[in-house]
Every structure is written in C-alpha cells, then in structure tokens.
C-alpha cells in the first residue's frame, strides 16, 4: 500500500501563497487518484482538490476554485498544492488521501483509504 506524507504548511498573511506537497511511497504514485482535504478546528473534514491518475483530469471545491491549482508528477511520487490569494477561511489542517478504486467519488473522504498525517496551514490578518 501507499504512505503518504504532507509537507509545505506554514503560516502566511490574508492574499499571501502556500504550495502543500504530498510525497508517496511503497507503491507507484501513477496507481492512485488522489486528492486533498481539510478540516478547521470545530469542522467537519471537507474536499478540496482532487488529480486523477495521470493528471489529466482535476476536480476542486467551489470555495478554492481559482485560487488552487492541484498537480501531480507521478515520475516523482508527489502532489502538490499550489494555493493562491489564501482567505482566513483557509486555515485547516491539510491532508492529502489516495485511492486506487475506480469507483471513485471525488468528494466522498470515506473513498480515499490512504491518509497522510496533516500539515497545518494558518492564514492571518
């Protein structure tokens, strides 16, 4: 199976930019749709963006569409998260998850088996 792990969080001003990276390994990035999720203290873990095998195909929520660009480079077992002109409500831990199902549903956490650990991004005035 897959490991996960997340880097790149941090703490950034209101506008200001992140890029999250999720590194794979153990098994072939290229085997995996994957994507990434937050959650905010007293929230519910919600859907982000989520990259198709190849990269060929890119899905995001309405509330970062626009702003955040996913990526993937399965030559090197990474995706990333390029996030631009970052809010308040951006703040959340950050995971990114893999799935190797293709009766994928992009949004649905419960699809995604594997998990990395988080990364914690701040976003302040």
């Known amino acids: 199976q897959v490991q996960l792990v997340e880097s790149g969080g941090g703490s950034v001003q209101t506008g200001g930019s992140l890029k999250l990276s999720c590194t794979a390994s153990g098994r072939p990035f290229s085997d995996y749709a994957a994507g990434w999720f937050r959650q905010a203290p007293g929230k519910e873990r919600e859907f982000v963006a989520a990259?198709?095998?190849?990269?060929?195909?890119?899905y995001y929520a309405d509330a970062v569409q626009g702003r955040f660009t996913i990526s993937r480079d399965n030559a090197k077992n990474i995706m990333n998260l390029q996030m631009n002109s970052l809010e308040s409500e951006d703040t959340a831990v950050y995971y990114c998850a893999a799935t190797a199902s293709w009766n994928w549903e992009v949004e649905k956490d419960s699809d995604y088996p594997y998990w990395g650990q988080g990364t914690q991004v701040t976003v302040s005035s």
């Open positions: 990259v198709a095998w190849r990269g060929d195909r890119t």
